[in-house]
């Protein structure tokens, strides 16, 4: 009896971290679309998303956004990705770590550009406290 009680104690604590998860999700993704729309980008829901994963035994939460962009303007997508995850987190105040922004680029086939980012770092370019140039400098490439 106490085992089972046990359990549903956790499975509903498990679901209401999973539903404020997507609530937190949802209201991030509203502050983007505000960033993409003004820059004529169409990004679904399912194209930013939320991740955590184990690294060095710390859990870290990371932001996903997948853009999709013509072969000569991947670069500006990337940054539209980065100021509109730069706002989401700072007019949601979500505890993001890092940003990842992946850009699709169709030439002949589809390419991916990908970039990691400090959550800080995408905080100080959305808020003009980082150049672009210095920006670039320190993300991380795949």
Known sequence: MRLKKLTLIILSLLMLLSFSS??????MYKEAQVIFKSYRYQVDYSDFQLKTYEENGQTILQL???LKSGRNRFDEAMLVGYAAS???IKNTKAQVDRVSVVVKVQYKDEVSIA?????EDVLKLYTEKMDVSTFMGRLTWH
């Open 86 to 88: 730069g706002a989401a």
């Open 22 to 27: 997507a609530q937190s999700s949802s209201a």
């Open 64 to 66: 996903l956004v997948i």
């Open 115 to 119: 970039s990691t980012a400090d959550a």
